[in-house]
């Protein structure tokens, strides 16, 4: 990571100046690193100190491509280890990024299959918008951002870096030794951002064997955490959100499940059944859909019992 840093830090010094320059594209000097970026330029509001902030996508030897945010001089952003970035291309599909704090100066996010359509449409459009979420007490910080050179910048990455295995991506972003803790960061995160506190009621963690393995698996209702801003925020007409999390037997817990639905309730050995909006099934929203899975530890498996 030190010699991406090194590296960024030469490309910001080539590519900054007064205004917006175009996409710029290459291979990071004394590196193995292919980058496409660009660098908005803004100045903080009432103090005449200028900072400058660089969105790029990346990747270094066999790392695969990630997006990076890379400032200079904004020291209050050094601060902050995680926060959310739009990138938003005219009237087009928004890539939205969870950025976390790689260095002192660079937080990173993976390139997820969603980003695909928006990474096209980014090719195609001729200004975008930037948008940083940073704090709940905070403005997003937005800067406007040319497309200029996008094509050809972008391109040239992806033909470097190629795209991720997306499939082995899945299941490593869906996995975690504490679920419960990553469940909490994101529900108490969009609090915030609705600038209020969350109460966890009873019902928020349900602790079952899913697939009979004899190992406990771990559903969590996010309807039982009221934001005392938005109660309402996870549930709807729809149900609720939920999240199924299935226990490996290495110890990992793997998330099979992030939807709205209105109960799981175990079936035949090693499956479940899960109640959804009429919609799912095509059918009126008054009417129940119940879909049938078997549990498997990295999925579930659909079921047709028709």
């Known amino acids: 990571m030190q010699r991406l840093i090194v590296f960024?830090?030469?490309?910001?010094a080539m590519i900054a100046g007064p205004a917006q320059a175009d996409w710029v594209s290459g291979k990071g000097q004394g590196i193995e690193g292919y980058y496409a970026t660009e660098c908005p330029m803004n100045h903080h509001k009432g103090t005449g100190d200028p900072f400058s902030v660089c969105?790029?996508?990346?990747?270094?030897?066999?790392?695969?491509?990630?997006?990076?945010?890379?400032?200079?001089?904004?020291?209050?952003?050094?601060?902050?280890?995680?926060?959310?970035?739009?990138m938003i291309p005219d009237g087009g599909r928004v890539g939205q990024f969870d950025m976390t704090l790689r260095d002192e100066r660079v937080w990173s996010a993976p390139f997820e299959?969603?980003?695909?359509?928006?990474?096209?449409?980014?090719?195609?459009g001729s200004a975008a918008t930037l948008s940083m979420m940073l704090a709940p007490d905070q403005e997003d910080r937005k800067f406007p951002v040319t497309l200029r050179g996008s094509t050809k910048a972008l391109?040239?990455?992806?033909?470097?870096?190629?795209?991720?295995?997306f499939a082995a991506q899945s299941v490593r972003l869906r996995t975690f030794d504490d679920p419960e803790a990553a469940v909490r960061d994101e529900i108490e995160?969009?609090?915030?951002?609705?600038?209020?506190t969350v109460t966890y009621q009873e019902g928020f963690r349900t602790d079952r064997d899913l697939n009979d393995d004899g190992l406990m698996d771990v559903e969590f209702n996010y309807g039982a955490a009221v934001c005392d801003t938005a109660p309402s925020y996870y549930c709807g007409s729809a149900g609720c959100t939920g999240a199924l999390f299935v226990s490996h037997p290495d110890g990992r817990k793997i998330r099979v499940l992030r939807t709205n639905y209105f109960e799981v309730t175990k079936g035949e050995p090693g499956a479940i059944q899960i109640s959804y909006h009429g919609s799912a099934c095509g059918k009126a929203g008054v009417?129940?859909?119940?879909?049938?899975y078997q549990v498997d530890y990295f999925d579930l498996m659909p079921i047709d019992l028709d």
């Open 155 to 165: 391109t040239y990455v992806v033909k470097q870096c190629g795209l991720p295995d």
């Open 55 to 86: 969105f790029s996508l990346s990747c270094e030897g066999e790392d695969e491509l990630v997006a990076n945010i890379y400032v200079e001089k904004w020291d209050a952003l050094s601060q902050l280890d995680r926060f959310e970035v739009l």
């Open 189 to 196: 995160r969009d609090c915030h951002r609705q600038r209020g």
């Open 113 to 124: 299959f969603r980003h695909v359509d928006w990474l096209e449409d980014m090719k195609r």
């Open 8 to 12: 960024l830090g030469a490309l910001f």
């Open 287 to 292: 009417e129940t859909c119940f879909k049938h």
